[in-house]
């Protein structure tokens, strides 16, 4: 399985990005997949996930009501909608897959993660 993610870039507080995941090398519909950010000097932290099955989508109480995830499986692609972003969202993203996950806001139930893309939010 291979992640690619793109979309961060250099945004003003209370802007939006789109941060996009694209999966390849395995069975896109089998795979829970993950958004991740690790700000410096911190640890890396749970930020939405979207299940492989199901309409279920989770977030952190943080980022709820702000970010939306969704799924596109003919694309095999997984967004990250940020609205109202806050310096504090300022991070390095990461998507990550994985399969029979039970606990989606753990970074060791997945184990694939792409190279993440930089998020910056000026103030």
């Known amino acids: 399985v291979q992640l690619q993610a793109s979309g961060g870039g250099l945004v003003q507080a209370r802007g939006s990005l789109r941060l996009s995941c694209k999966f390849s090398?395995?069975?896109?519909?089998?795979?829970?997949i993950g958004w991740f950010r690790q700000a410096p000097g911190k640890e890396r932290e749970f930020v939405a996930g979207t299940p492989w099955r199901g309409e279920n989508k989770y977030s952190t109480d943080v980022v709820k009501g702000r970010f939306t995830v969704s799924r596109d499986n003919a694309k095999t692609t997984v967004y990250l909608q940020m609205n109202s972003l806050q310096p504090d969202d300022t991070a390095m993203y990461y998507c990550?897959?994985?399969?029979?996950?039970?606990?989606?806001?753990?970074?060791?139930?997945?184990?694939?993660w792409g190279q993440g893309t930089q998020v910056t939010v000026s103030s």
């Open positions: 990550a897959a994985g399969r029979n996950i039970v606990v989606i806001n753990t970074t060791r139930a997945y184990d694939s």
């Open positions: 090398g395995g069975s896109f519909n089998w795979h829970t």
